[in-house]
């Protein structure tokens, strides 16, 4: 086992890295490429370069090979990982047609045309004809139809940014059944392309011929072309393994394999997830995503702009503790843990609803964010603390979401992300759940994931459940303080799960008058 290495290349919102994992899921080698941001040509469109994407696992993997000294001949499979819902679209030539839509991206479509007399009398009878209209205005299958038919027609592939990767690695369209988070026509119960008599044919201008073979992660997909090694330097006919989208494999690189164990992901969007057989609609008629094992499903509920709502106030507010940092040769982190520690639990009565982004059903369409008890008292310290327990509360609300669909209760908290780093927030977070949290062993989870699919896959290890077993276990762990716990359970449950209700009426004359967020 020394002399064997899997190679993940997680290809996230703001940089690809390229990681080697050893059988016991210790990490042995990592290099890192920072990507430019999105380019927005437009108010609210978020696109990125594909081929900038390829170019950066290029250089990742290259940078790797110069940073250790593991031979390149003892790493035993490849597998991609990447951030969801990003799209491109590649003619016949597997040649890039137009910038990838990135998952940030907020266009959307116009009123498109009715459909069929049926699916209409069905869903208004269900009454999701809401949701089904937002799905069909927020693809950009339909955009791109819509407003570059002459790119659209000219496309021969459309692909998840993972399915770009795996075929400019391998040569082949084949993706995971594990990274189908988009608006896609696929069946997320079966884990399969839909039927050919589903609603989302109807709904999308798409065809079948134009969408990638899938299959369970853990499939040898393929092996590493010669392009794909002049490339990345990855040796050519290196086996290319399918893993999942990086928010499962984080599920699985925690530990979280059963479902009385949640898997909190402090990123860019924030989650909570657990890991089930049983398929679990956590809000009616929004069903669940794959996981990163065959077979099974991630009880998610979202934050949509999570852990962004803190990089956004350390570049409002957070000046002073960034130069301060500098100058003590402290990281930035430390310096707000210290902003979060200078405020009591409950931040003073201070209490944050995190919806800086619309949801669909919950919350809303007209969802907005709110902070409301603010006094004299209240500082930039107190506003800190309130976005991370405002964030927590929101999580929580969700688990007790999974709990109630799926009748198990959750008895462990694992925590990734780059959130995760931070003591302050773990502690809160054990406090605000009521429940011990641990922080995973290796930040590189959604990696750590990866590696999994790899080691399961070609047999390293007998199968997802015995190699998760022996490359995750929890670091260090957090309890919940008792007299935390007590403030932060009454305000959660008379003042936080009170917000929303109480607050969507102004939330939608707001969108009313203004005009923004968008109604359907």
């Known amino acids: 086992m020394a002399d064997q290495y899997l190679l993940s290349i997680d290809n996230g919102t703001q940089s690809v890295r390229a990681l080697l994992f050893d059988l016991n899921g210790n990490l042995a080698a990592k290099a890192q490429v920072h990507l430019q941001a999105y380019f927005s040509d437009h108010p609210g469109w978020a696109e990125h370069d594909a081929d900038g994407y390829w ?43 137009r910038p990838a839509i990135t998952w940030l991206d907020q266009r959307r479509v116009g009123k498109q045309k009715p459909l069929s007399f049926l699916w209409r009398t069905a869903f208004k009878l269900a009454r999701v004809s809401g949701t089904i209209e937002y799905f069909r205005r927020e693809a950009e299958i339909n955009w791109i139809a819509e407003h570059q038919p002459d790119i659209w027609a000219r496309t021969d592939k459309y692909l998840l940014l993972s399915g ?47 969408l990638p073979e899938l299959v ?35 599920v699985i690189g925690a530990g979280a394999l059963e479902p009385h164990i949640a898997c909190l992901s402090y990123g860019t969007t924030a989650t909570i997830n657990t890991t089930t057989k049983k398929y679990v609609e956590v809000t009616p008629l929004i069903p669940p995503y794959p996981a990163a094992i065959p077979g099974a499903y991630s009880t998610e509920v979202q934050i949509f702009r999570g852990y962004w709502m803190v990089n956004w106030f350390k570049e409002q507010f957070g000046h002073f503790e960034q130069m301060a940092g500098a100058q003590q040769g402290m990281a930035p982190e430390a310096m707000f843990d210290l902003l979060v520690n200078e405020v009591p639990p409950g931040s003073m009565g201070l209490m944050l609803q995190p919806y800086w982004s619309p949801g669909i059903r919950t919350p809303g369409p007209e969802a907005k964010g709110a902070m409301i008890g603010f006094g004299d008292v209240h500082t930039r310290a107190h506003m800190y603390r309130a976005i991370l327990e405002g964030l927590a509360y929101a999580l929580r609300e969700g688990k007790e979401r999974i709990e109630k669909r799926s009748g198990v209760p959750v008895t462990e908290l694992r925590v990734a992300g780059g959130g995760s780093q931070s003591d302050a927030a773990m502690q809160l977070t054990a406090d605000i759940f009521g429940l011990p949290a641990a922080r995973a062993h290796v930040y590189e989870t959604s990696g750590l994931g990866a590696a999994i699919a790899i080691a399961a896959g070609l047999g390293l290890h007998k199968d997802f459940d015995s190699a998760t077993r022996a490359m995750t276990r929890p670091g260090r762990v957090f309890q919940p303080v008792a007299a935390n716990r007590q403030i932060y359970d009454k305000l959660y449950r008379r003042v936080y799960l009170n917000m929303y209700k109480q607050l969507q009426p102004m939330y939608q004359e707001i969108a009313d008058i203004t005009g923004y967020p968008e109604q359907l």
């Open 216 to 250: 369970e992660p853990g499939t040898v997909i393929g092996a590493i072309t010669a392009a794909a090694a002049e490339a990345t330097g990855i040796p050519e006919g290196t086996p290319l393994v399918a893993a999942a989208a990086d928010k499962a494999c984080e």
């Open 164 to 210: 770009f990767l795996n075929f400019r690695l391998c040569g082949r369209h084949v993706d995971s059944i594990g990274s189908q988070v988009a608006y896609l026509p696929f069946d997320y119960k079966r884990h399969k392309w839909a039927g050919a008599r589903d609603w989302k044919w109807e709904a999308l201008a798409i065809r079948k011929e134009m």
């Open 55 to 97: 170019k950066a696992v290029g250089q990742a993997c290259q940078q790797l090979w110069a940073s250790t000294d593991i031979p390149r001949s003892a790493i035993k499979g490849v597998a991609v990982t990447t951030q969801r819902g990003t799209v491109v679209n590649l003619d016949r030539d597997g040649k890039v047609l």
